[in-house]
């Protein structure tokens, strides 16, 4: 049912960047000095032997959030709205995914447990009532480029809901896992996250998790390697090229979803952090909770999300923050590489940009 709830409410992640003739927004020039305070990592070792695939992030203080990076120039609507205010952060120690879980891994955990992903299942007039019937059918949304240039205003005119899309069948029936074992696995709803997560005996990370894993240790860098987008010009991540949505020129290398480790990994040893596929996190979404915890004043520690999520696009409508951005993020249309921008998505929505990664805690 994952593409149904998508197309009757809204593609998750950059849905609301939608824009055409909107004005851009300039943010507030802000000076990162002055809003970033050091990262302060805490210098406990290791609590024993890495599990396998997974590196240890030390976990500590730091200033979380993000502004307006000077080199993009003015950035689409609301790409940074929700990160502010940068506010002080404690997470303790953990380990976490190398990677984002591939189709192989999370292969394996179907075959162990028989899992059926919330993509296989076909959705009922009950969940999605006044959805025509011949919109009852499993699948998921797949990116599909328009064959012209189009105004980035609409999300429906380069996403598609695939009838039988789903993560062994990415591109829909006609597609299957040929030469994508190595790639994230994706179609996946925030519930089969969990469901591996558990299997695993882990978790997904806290977006704190997950931002302070991304930042690799540095302080207040636009990205998670620093502060320019391609430094010496290489390609640090996985994003867009060209004309978006119609063309991809795939400059850094890849067109599309690609295997996971292909460019450098950050300074705690983590891959893809940034870009290739969209993450969950296990925070519900609100774009004021940074707010909330900034007036709460001191360090928050281990913030695990709010009691429950709003999003004014679309109130009413349940959503986990997702984060890192995709192969589709572009400054043309969501510059949401940006280490301390925030996605969200629909609890059931997945998509063929969307994946995730685990992490265990230290104490395990
Ligand atoms: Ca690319
Ligand atoms: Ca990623």
């Known amino acids: 049912m994952a593409g149904i709830a998508l197309l009757l409410i809204g593609v998750g992640a950059c849905s609301t960047s939608d824009r055409d003739e909107a004005p851009t927004l300039t943010a507030p020039a802000l000076d990162p000095e ?64 190398e990677t984002e ?7 394996a955990f179907v075959e162990a447990t028989g899992y059926v992903t919330v993509a296989e299942r076909t959705p009922t007039a009950e969940e999605f009532p006044g959805a025509p019937p011949e919109a009852l059918v499993a699948g998921s949304i797949v990116f599909t480029p328009p064959s012209t240039r189009v105004g980035l205003t609409g999300h ?18 006609d597609s299957d896992l040929t030469g994508r074992k190595s790639h994230p696995v994706v179609h996946v709803a925030y519930e089969d996250a969990a469901a591996y ?5 882990r978790r ?20 998670a390697w620093g502060n320019a987008m391609r430094p010496h010009g290489e390609p640090l991540a996985n994003t867009f090229q060209g004309v978006f949505p119609v063309e991809d020129t795939a400059e850094d290398g890849h067109g599309g979803v690609s295997p996971v480790r292909q460019f450098p990994a950050n300074g705690y040893g983590l891959f893809d952090m940034t870009g290739n596929v969209w993450e969950w996190v296990g925070d519900w979404y609100r774009p004021d909770y940074y707010a909330q915890l900034a007036a709460e004043g001191g360090v928050a520690r281990n913030p695990r999300g709010p009691s429950g999520s709003f999003d004014p696009a679309e109130p009413g409508v349940p959503k986990r923050a997702q984060r890192g951005g995709s192969f589709l993020c572009t400054d043309q249309y969501c510059a949401r590489y940006l280490v301390g921008a925030r996605g ?18 230290a104490d395990r």
Do not use: C
Not at 162 to 172: I, L, S, V, Y
Not at 204 to 222: I, Q, V
């Open 197 to 201: 997560a558990a299997w695993a005996g």
């Open 101 to 107: 879980v591939t189709n192989a891994q999370f292969a």
């Open 344 to 361: 969200k998505g629909e609890v059931r929505s997945g998509a063929d940009h969307l994946g995730f990664r685990t992490v265990l805690a």
């Open 204 to 223: 997904l990370p806290t977006e704190a998790e997950f931002e302070f894993a991304a930042r690799g240790g540095l302080t207040g860098r636009a990205y």
């Open 34 to 97: 002055a809003v970033f305070l050091p990262t302060v990592e805490n210098d406990a070792p290791p609590p024993g032997p890495a599990p396998a695939g997974m590196v240890w992030v030390p976990g500590g203080e730091f200033s979380m959030g993000a502004i307006d990076p000077g080199d993009l120039g003015p950035l689409p609507p609301d790409t940074v709205a929700d990160t502010r205010p940068v506010h002080r952060v404690y997470v303790d120690g953990f380990w976490m995914d």
């Open 156 to 173: 429906l005119q380069w996403w598609r809901y695939q009838r039988g899309a789903d993560w062994r069948h990415p591109g829909g029936p």
